[in-house]
């Protein structure tokens, strides 16, 4: 019997998800995986038998190094919720019938929060059945939200990207010389370590960004515009950072104030946009100064351009260190990266029981605010900065960064 | 008497006005120029005297160099529109007064058409006065609208942006397995050339943008709507890049159509946008896919991180040759680039009349869009592959790029 490995990707696109899914690849390819096959789709795909073997497409080491540098899921995606299996087991016998057919003794999904659900569903039925598939997940997130890591592959990029950009606007937005309010959206549902990342704008050689609105804090209109006159006293031009997740104290979004139509995923997440419009619109009516809006949109999840090189590091070692984990008998745990110090920066993986992790959600601890929590302190500088450090340029072609992607397997 | 001369900037901001200035600055001081003054917020500064010694500035070359690397304009910009000296003789003879006291022999402004108009109005008032300071006009914009040049410093940088991140955002918007059609507006108020650019998304690793919508062609909305389900029935993930300047066929803009508050500034410009969210919901309403709207918005503008070497190279070309031809006795020109030949791709410089720059645009030739003129042909991209050739990294320190700023000199 064939000794096979599967691999899927779930969620948002990142920056550094292939460069896990490439972690994942080689270090089961290593470990003596017969086949390497990828999920199209995630497990959506793979109940839909949508499957390729990796080994046809990751040819030579110049496919592995281009996955890396390829931002977005090469696999695809799904945001497909798992039902549990005492509710639905027919889900259950399905995915693991087509599992046994393809021999597969290693399982792995590389996602977020949702993500880590479908492994922890998967690995307790298969305890549940006495299946011997190892399931191990893989962490993948922009949003830095996950349990039990110091911090996501993904959030690195994602931060850098939101830092150089911001500096870019603070340069732009301040280039006329007449009173003017710049409102910038952030992604983060429901935490703001992306909208906190905007604080790295300020430094020697740039004023920065002069508030900062997170989802942790209950977001108060009256605050914020009694606070936005009073910078405007001081300087002539503002730029704000808010998060696309602003609640005020009653529960509800900022954005949901405004006229904008919503929808609802499979997951039941709200589809979020029209924050810093709304707030921008605001400025205008109540105190009567030209504003703009920023939406940094999903340039920031999908910026392969300019991602952190330890990050696109770290992003491959989790996946590595996954299959290794697997190949060692270990299921139902999710790897985690573990900060060993932050100066030098030294930082190692672990594994977690993935139940610590499922259906969590990390937030900025609130001691790392200013006192009226519209700026971070130094000591989630301290915590950051080593995420950022280095580049990994693309390899451009032409004028523009060569990438790879899966051509149509339907 | 000193010889002196002063430069200023104006209009939107570039990736590479900045590496014009620095042409212009040491073209004067390698030509003997005493002190070359800077005009804070361009000729609105001068009318304050807000003006810089730049030689306090840029002290040394990494000055000159963080300089050529830093997006936005060093000196600040303005929007200001000079009167014609018929109608408000009061302003030219402020304006002459205090060149007069500055000493200055060579007047150089940076900038689109706006700012020709300013060369071309000082220039002929100089020669009604029989003065003798030599006007010379630096072109500058990313919407290559500008007459008589082959194309404008600042397009280069900024169609290079929007190819990469064209790129990105496809692989992002087609990551699921769900019909989805995305729309990215890009900036340009009459003219497509930055729209176009999106077509330098397709190619061997990339399905690139389905349609293009420019603001050359009259924008109808049936014939947009029944070809994006037309492209729907052929593949699930559709990427339509707009212009935001897109007009219907009675005139008015399609975002006009939408319930935006608009501006205008003194131009008589409208702040156009929300283009790409009209009709991203009249895709979900109209044929019921899902559907989300990107605006690059300024990021295409200021995008420092991401230009092209051809570029940051050539701005500084035209700022050096405007220094030589002030210098030589010109006045009441403009630098122009004059492409010698496409490949090898080689470029000089030459100088123009300003009356047959000033007020005129340039729009994309109908003949160079494919028949139902929602595609661009292979000439458009023999005329602008050269132009986003070959990168300049920006200088990174721990993690983000150096940028260089004039603190406050109020």
Redesign the interface.
């Known amino acids: 019997m064939a000794k096979n490995a599967i691999v899927g990707q779930s969620g948002g696109?990142t920056s550094v998800i292939n460069s896990s899914l490439a972690g994942v690849y080689q270090g089961s390819v290593s470990r003596g995986a017969d086949n390497v096959f990828g999920m199209?789709?995630g497990i959506?795909?793979l109940l839909n038998n949508r499957i390729v073997n990796l080994s046809d497409y990751l040819i030579s080491n110049l496919e592995i190094e281009l996955l890396k540098r390829?931002?977005?899921?090469y696999l695809?995606?799904?945001?497909y919720k798992l039902p549990h299996f005492k509710d639905d087991i027919s889900v259950y016998e399905k995915i693991f019938k087509i599992l046994k057919e393809l021999e597969i003794e290693y399982f792995f999904y590389i996602g977020g929060n949702d993500s880590m659900d479908t492994i922890c569903k998967l690995s307790d039925y298969a305890k549940e059945i006495k299946s011997d598939i190892k399931f191990m997940g893989v962490p993948k997130t922009i949003d830095n939200d996950l349990m039990v890591t110091d911090h996501t592959p993904g959030y690195g990029s994602a931060a850098?990207y939101i830092?150089?950009?911001m500096?870019?606007?603070v340069?732009?937005?301040?280039?006329?010389?007449t009173p003017y309010v710049t409102v910038v959206e952030i992604m983060g549902r429901n935490s703001g370590w992306l909208t906190a990342a905007t604080s790295?704008?300020k430094?020697d050689?740039?004023?920065g960004v002069d508030m900062i609105c997170l989802p942790e804090v209950p977001f108060e209109s009256d605050k914020f515009l009694v606070k936005t006159e009073r910078l405007l006293k001081e300087?002539k031009d503002i730029v704000i950072a808010v998060s696309e997740g602003l609640k005020l104290t009653d529960g509800r979004y900022v954005c949901e104030l405004s006229?904008d139509?919503r929808?609802t995923d499979a997951f039941g997440h709200k589809n979020l946009t029209g924050t810093a419009r709304y707030l921008s619109?605001q400025v205008?009516k109540k105190i009567g100064i030209?504003s703009r809006s920023?939406?940094?949109?999903?340039?920031q999840?999908?910026?392969?351009?300019?991602t952190?090189r330890t990050d696109i590091t770290e992003a491959y070692q989790v996946g590595g260190a996954a299959a290794k984990a697997a190949f060692e008998g270990h299921s139902g745990e999710m790897v985690a990266l573990k900060r060993l110090s932050n100066d030098p920066y030294q930082c190692t993986t672990q594994t977690h029981d993935i139940h610590k992790v499922a259906n969590f959600e990390k937030k900025i601890p609130l001691e790392w605010l200013n006192s009226d929590c519209t700026d971070v302190t130094p000591v989630f500088h301290q915590y950051l900065?080593p995420l950022?450090?280095?580049?990994l340029?693309p390899i451009?072609i032409?004028?523009?960064?060569?990438?790879?992607?899966l051509k149509?397997t339907d």
Chains 1, 2 share one sequence.
Not at 301 to 306: E, F, K, S
Request: net charge neutral.
């Open positions: 696109p199209v789709n959506q795909g390829t931002p977005s899921a695809g995606s799904c945001r850098k830092g150089v950009v500096k870019e606007i340069r732009d937005a301040t280039v006329y010389d790295l704008s430094s050689d740039c004023e300087k006229d139509a929808f619109n205008m030209k920023i939406e940094l949109s999903t340039l999840r999908c910026a392969g351009h300019l952190s900065r950022i450090q280095a580049e340029t451009f032409n004028g523009l960064p060569q990438h790879i992607y149509n």
